[in-house]
């Protein structure tokens, strides 16, 4: 279903495409553009989005339902976009595992169909859009080297082992993007995500946070995968949109890729005591071996930080929300979707 926006918009107003617009992330950004004063186009299949994330009806937004290798070939000539954030993707780990193909498909073939698009819908027919490609700290693989930075070699495991072809799609996407840098002077931005968290991210796919929220709240036991000693850093959602945002207005950005995330690290363990703290939760921790999980074989990365240098030079990234207000507002988002949805609110 298709909801044209209005063309009028004030004067510096950007028209601008979101791939992936009602997923956890591709929410958020659609939330701080229109209120920018954007005129936005989401592209989104829900597979793993949801249409509830995003205004029902806005003046500026258009929300086209459906695969991106369909939506594109059906745009008009005369759809021209300033910006494009390419976010959608196969998300979640467990996803991945379970759906391999349509994963990997996803991650590349969009991927392919969106940079070509980015080169004829640019502002006018002569200029291609400026482009962000979302990627993921997974390109960096097993790698050891942490804090990992954008130059760092990448190490993956055995083609026989099904995890790596995230990390191999999502570098196969960054090296696309970079190719169509050189050779057609495309304009764009690849921004490495590093584990994000916030309001809306479901853990239906896998995702650490929300999983341990909801059974803090609950009362359950915290599944602790592994031994709980693998650690992350954890960087709220909402200070990620207003950097990407950054990113791809700063001209010196364009070309490169950057790491985006929180360089605060935090045992898995330790976030599930943390979780059951913050929500003053008698839930405790409950150590599940990978094998079950995940199914064997699984290797999990021990150890994932961000070298934020570049970013910090290039636009004076910091984040800024607390790790503590990002499971409270999660907590609280979980409760009103209960209510909204007719059930008792978790807590
Ligand atoms: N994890 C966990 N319990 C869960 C979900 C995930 O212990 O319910 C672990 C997972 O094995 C990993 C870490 O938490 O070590 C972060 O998982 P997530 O999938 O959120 O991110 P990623 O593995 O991509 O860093």
């Known amino acids: 279903m298709t909801q044209e926006p209005s063309r009028q918009s004030g004067a510096n107003s950007r028209r601008v495409l979101v791939t992936g617009g009602a997923g956890f992330i591709g929410s958020h950004l ?206 709220d959602v909402r200070d990620v949109v207003p950097a990407i945002m950054r990113l791809l207005s700063t001209p010196s950005c364009v070309g490169r890729v950057f790491n985006i995330g929180s360089d605060h690290l935090i045992s898995i363990l330790e976030l599930a005591r943390r979780v059951a703290s913050v929500l003053g939760s008698t839930s405790e921790p409950k150590l599940i071996p990978y094998d079950k999980a995940y199914g064997p074989g699984f290797e999990d990365l021990r150890l994932r930080r961000p070298d934020l240098t570049r970013i910090r030079d290039a636009i004076g990234f910091e984040a800024s929300i607390p790790l503590d207000v990002t499971i409270r507002d999660i907590a609280s988002q979980i409760n009103t979707s209960a209510a909204a949805s007719g059930g008792n609110a978790v807590q």
């Open 30 to 235: 659609v939330e701080a553009l229109l209120d920018r004063g954007d005129v936005v186009t989401v592209i989104d299949n829900l597979s793993t989005g949801r249409r509830s994330n995003i205004p029902e009806v806005h003046e500026r937004l258009r929300f086209i339902e459906a695969d991106l290798g369909d939506a594109l070939p059906g745009m008009a000539e005369s759809d021209r976009f300033e910006e494009i954030y390419h976010l959608a993707a196969a998300v979640g780990v467990k996803r991945i595992l379970e759906r391999p193909v349509e994963s990997i498909e996803t991650n590349i073939v969009d991927t392919v169909a969106l940079l070509r698009f980015a080169e004829h819908h640019g502002p006018t027919p002569e200029t291609g859009a400026r482009t962000l490609i979302a990627s993921s700290s997974e390109v960096y693989g097993k790698s050891e080297a942490a804090p990992f930075s954008e130059e760092d070699d990448c190490v993956y495991g055995p083609t026989t082992a099904g995890r790596w072809s995230y990390a191999c799609s999502k570098a196969i996407d960054e090296h696309l993007a970079l190719a169509h840098a050189d050779a057609a002077g495309l304009p764009v931005v690849v921004a490495r995500f590093f584990n994000t968290v916030g309001p809306r991210q479901v853990g239906d796919y896998g995702m650490v946070l929300p999983n341990f929220v909801r059974a803090a709240l609950m009362g359950d036991a915290i599944p602790v995968y592994g031994d709980g000693g693998q650690s992350r850093c954890f960087c």
